[in-house]
Nanobody, 126 residues
């Protein structure tokens, strides 16, 4: 059974950095796409970034391009989200997600992801 465990959230001042981690287990993830989403209070869950398990391709929401970097470790089943130059509007619960890679699937739609982590809170103070 696939399990995703998110960690690394916290409270940081605007302009600061955090690195989120997602520990994935329960199967071989080759052929999978891993994504990060976030959800602020009263708002819908939104796409942040995604990476093919091969690491060959990464994708970002316009709001985080140039500030966030998604990556994966090759010695374990972990995916990371390095967040720099954080802004108060980045405050949200961040979720790791996984799905099998299909070229025609919209990677930014949370409904297209089958497996989810429990979420980790990121709070950016002004």
């Amino acid at each position: 059974q696939v399990q995703l465990v998110d960690s690394g959230g916290g409270l940081v001042q605007a302009g600061g950095s955090l690195r989120l981690s997602c520990a994935a287990s329960g199967r071989t993830f080759s052929g999978y796409t891993m994504g990060w989403f976030r959800q602020a209070p009263g708002k819908e869950r939104e796409f942040v970034a995604a990476i093919l398990w091969s690491g060959a391709n990464t994708y970002y929401a316009d709001s985080v391009k140039g500030r966030f970097t998604i990556s994966r470790a090759y010695n374990n089943n972990a995916v990371y989200l390095q967040m720099n130059s954080l802004k108060p509007e980045d405050t949200a619960v961040y979720y790791c997600a996984a799905r099998s890679t299909i070229a025609s699937v919209n990677l930014s739609n949370p409904r297209n992801y089958r497996f989810w982590g429990q979420g980790t809170q990121v709070t950016v103070s002004s």
